[in-house]
């Protein structure tokens, strides 16, 4: 099946700094990658959603600001965490939409864990 | 963001018994669900899917219900394996352009050997 990999697959940071995780579709094109947060014991929360060569759309309550999103190719979409505080520290989690999509297939990463101390 | 609820229940059965997970979806115009399996520290993994212009799907040993009157979805997994612990949600998706997908609360499955 198709494959999304994420990078890094955990990453401690002081806080005030900023943190970058990439997302990859590795074996087809997406137009559509949706990044997702999660916090222990609790869903997924969509957070936006990343268009290529567009700006990404934001979820109601998430500071575009705070999470920078771009989407420049077609196989990679990155999420910028910036001046990160620890209320930030979170599991994040990219999804991709095949470009000949059917509606609904969508293939997940296997996250990102953000530490902020 | 979106989210449906906050909390994860717990669903403890054993070995060799048929498991029942329910799903409250929010949107009453979703017209596609999907059941994921979440284990520990991973992403999501895709179960089994349905479309609202039908009522039931079955795959290997999973089977999928969706009663849209009372938007309500169901999960069945038979002859359980300590395999499928996991935590599990269900989550919708509208036909608009977007084509989101909002996940529910989720339930954590153990299953007693």
């Known amino acids: 099946g198709a494959v999304v990999s994420q990078h890094p697959s955990w990453v401690i940071c002081k806080s005030g700094t900023s943190v970058k995780i990439e997302c990859r579709s590795l074996d087809f094109q997406a137009t559509t990658m949706f990044w997702y947060r999660q916090f222990p014991k609790q869903s997924l929360m969509l957070m936006a959603t990343?268009?290529?060569?567009?700006?990404?759309?934001?979820e109601q309550g998430v500071e575009k600001d705070k999470f920078l999103i771009n989407h420049a190719s077609l196989t990679l979409s990155t999420l910028t965490v910036t001046s990160a505080h620890p209320e930030d520290s979170s599991f994040y989690i990219c999804?991709?939409?095949?470009?000949?999509?059917?509606?609904?297939?969508?293939?997940f990463g296997e996250g990102s864990r953000l530490t902020v101390l | 963001g979106e989210s449906v609820g906050l909390h994860l229940p717990t669903l403890s059965v054993q070995e060799g018994d048929n498991s029942i997970i329910n799903c409250a979806y929010s949107?009453?115009?979703?017209?596609?669900f999907i059941w994921y399996k979440q284990e520990s520290g991973k992403g999501p993994q895709f179960i089994i899917d349905?479309?609202?212009?039908?009522d039931k799907r079955q795959g290997q040993r999973v089977t999928v219900l969706l009663n849209k009157t009372v938007k309500h979805l169901s999960l069945q997994i038979a002859a359980t394996q300590p395999g499928d612990s996991a935590v599990y949600f269900c989550a919708e998706m509208g036909m608009d352009s977007s084509y989101k997908l909002i996940f529910g609360s989720g339930t954590r499955l153990l299953v007693r050997p």
């Open positions: 949107n009453s115009a979703s017209d596609y």
């Open positions: 990343s268009n290529e060569g567009s700006k990404a759309t934001y």
């Open positions: 999804s991709a939409r095949d470009k000949g999509f059917i509606p609904g297939e969508l293939f």
């Open positions: 349905i479309r609202s212009n039908m």
